[in-house]
């Protein structure tokens, strides 16, 4: 089983920068490939990025490719993700989230979620 906390939201100007860190339990973290999706008011959750469980392949996003990067840190069991370029609409609750699966893009395909962190973007 893997348990994730999510941290590093906040409220950021249009154009700024926020990291957010995702920290798992859990010995079998490196064998999950960890995503991170975003949930705004009234709207479905959605994709925004995936690293596979080797780190060595990432998957965005069109809205984010090019502003955002997913990265892990096995050793310290994290994951995180750097968001530049800040826009309004990406004002939502960021989750990580863990998986078994090779689909990266759809929620139905993880296994474990964080309880999800709030980022707001002002114009």
């Known amino acids: 089983q893997v348990q994730l906390v999510e941290s590093g939201g906040g409220l950021v100007q249009a154009g700024g920068s926020l990291r957010l860190s995702c920290a798992a339990s859990?010995?079998?973290?490196?064998?999950?490939?960890m995503g991170w999706f975003r949930q705004a008011p009234g709207k479905e959750r959605e994709f925004v990025a995936a690293?596979?469980?080797?780190?060595?392949?990432?998957y965005y996003s069109d809205s984010v490719k090019g502003r955002f990067t997913i990265s892990r840190d096995n050793a310290k069991t994290m994951v995180y993700l750097q968001m530049n370029r800040l826009k309004p609409e990406d004002t939502a609750i960021y989750s990580c989230?863990?998986?078994?699966?090779?689909?990266?893009?759809?929620?139905?395909?993880?296994?474990?979620w964080g309880q999800g962190t709030q980022v707001t973007v002002s114009s």
């Open positions: 989230a863990a998986t078994s699966s090779w689909v990266f893009r759809a929620p139905d395909e993880y296994d474990y």
């Open positions: 859990g010995r079998t973290f490196s064998r999950y490939g």
């Open positions: 690293i596979t469980s080797s780190g060595l392949t990432t």
